[in-house]
């Protein structure tokens, strides 16, 4: 049974979010894309410069894995709020590591490799602490569990010109 009182997903982008991905980049990397997800929305833009767009909405469960039971999140710690940003302090890595493995399989510029990466300089700048444990299980664990849990995101997609 549904609880009508509840979310799907943990956090909400509010706003648009950009990091600049040039250096995981191809080194002739000199155009720009879009990212739909399954229904069509746009979700992720890559720009010429490198600055990689996540869009305003983009829904994500945080650090994975997590599940719900009787109101109550249980699974992988976000950390503690950032002085900065007061949003916990992986919640711009676990947004742009999701967001970069919902397009893998859509032509993203990336590799796994360096997603996974990217996930751990985000970590790395916003001082979260067990960065490394977090690191070393996406390496391991990252492609297993992707497979896995691609039903919940309906990680089907396309690449379109920007």
Not at 42 to 51: S, T, V
Not at 110 to 138: C, E, G
Request: aromatic share 14%; charged share 25%.
């Amino acid at each position: 049974m549904s609880d009508k009182s509840s979310v799907r997903w943990v956090f909400v982008l509010e706003q648009d979010y950009v990091y600049n991905l040039s250096r995981y980049l191809p080194n002739n990397w000199n155009e720009g894309c879009a990212f739909l997800d399954s229904k069509g929305n746009r979700r992720l833009e890559i720009h010429p410069n490198g600055d990689a767009r996540v869009l305003a909405d983009y829904a994500w469960d945080g650090c994975t894995p997590k599940f719900f039971l009787f109101d109550i999140v249980i699974g992988t710690p976000d950390g503690i709020p950032n002085k900065i940003t007061k949003k916990p302090k992986a919640y711009y890595a676990s947004l742009l590591h999701d967001v970069l493995y919902q397009f893998l399989d859509a032509g993203l510029p990336l590799s796994r490799k360096k997603a996974d990466q990217v996930f751990l300089n985000i970590m790395t700048r916003d001082q979260f602490a067990p960065r490394k444990i977090y690191y070393a299980v996406v390496r391991i664990l990252g492609g297993m569990v992707r497979h896995i849990t691609r039903w919940k995101r309906s990680y089907a997609g396309k690449r379109v010109p920007l």
